[in-house]
């Protein structure tokens, strides 16, 4: 079993830039892929951003493409979301999660583990 724990969310006015981590433990962090989504209140949640076991493949959702990057830190057993230039549209609870495979998913049922979340406000 592996936990999940989101850190770095917050308030901050439009074109300001926050910086997520979610650390993990219980599960051999750097065997597996990384994917970060969000929920909006009354929404689905959707995919923002995904990493591969090494780090050396991304991939983002046309909406946050240029402004939001992914990165991990395998020996930190973290993975972090970079974002920036930051809309009110951004404004969501944030969560990472975890899959048993190397590759990354863009969809919230190829993920097998989620944290709690983390709260990010853009003010307009």
């Known amino acids: 079993q592996v936990q999940l724990v989101e850190s770095g969310g917050g308030l901050v006015q439009a074109g300001g830039s926050l910086r997520l981590s979610c650390a993990a433990s219980?599960?051999?962090?750097?065997?597996?892929?990384m994917g970060w989504f969000r929920q909006a209140p009354g929404k689905e949640r959707e995919f923002v951003a995904a990493?591969?076991?090494?780090?050396?493949?991304?991939y983002y959702a046309d909406s946050v493409k240029g402004r939001f990057t992914i990165s991990r830190n395998n020996a930190k057993n973290t993975v972090y979301l970079e974002m920036n230039s930051l809309l009110p549209e951004d404004t969501a609870v944030y969560y990472c999660?975890?899959?048993?495979?190397?590759?990354?998913?863009?969809?919230?049922?190829?993920?097998?583990?989620w944290g709690q979340g983390t709260q990010v406000t853009v003010s307009s």
């Open positions: 999660a975890t899959r048993r495979a190397s590759t990354y998913a863009l969809t919230r049922g190829d993920y097998d583990s």
């Open positions: 990493i591969s076991w090494s780090g050396g493949s991304t």
């Open positions: 219980g599960r051999t962090f750097s065997s597996y892929a």
